[in-house]
């Protein structure tokens, strides 16, 4: 999705998750309700653990879904 896409729609909120169930499940509430997504993942310091990384899934929800045109693909 190229930048120019993700500025049609506002963003709504963005969502951190533990897992990437909960983040699917996050998605797909957005699909019944017909808004946008953008997914991503990250490592972060463990707070149990000052050597171990874990991985969260950022969610954002914007206010619709973008749509590309033809020309711009």
Same mark, same amino acid.
């Given at each position: 999705?190229?930048?120019?896409?993700?500025?049609?729609?506002?963003?709504?909120? +963005?969502?951190?998750?533990?897992?990437? !169930?909960? %983040?699917?499940? %996050?998605?797909? !509430? !957005?699909?019944?309700?017909?808004?946008?997504?953008?997914?991503?993942?990250?490592?972060?310091?463990?707070?149990?653990?000052?050597? +171990?990384? $874990?991985? @969260?899934?950022? $969610? *954002?929800?914007? +206010?619709? $879904?973008? +749509?590309?045109? @033809?020309?711009? *693909?």
């Amino acid at each position: 999705m190229s930048d120019d896409v993700a500025t049609t729609a506002q963003v709504l909120s +963005t969502n951190i998750f533990d897992s990437a !169930a909960e %983040a699917i499940e %996050a998605i797909a !509430a !957005a699909d019944v309700l017909g808004l946008g997504i953008k997914v991503s993942n990250r490592l972060v310091p463990d707070e149990d653990s000052d050597d +171990t990384l $874990v991985e @969260e899934w950022i $969610v *954002e929800l914007f +206010t619709s $879904v973008p +749509t590309v045109d @033809e020309d711009e *693909e």
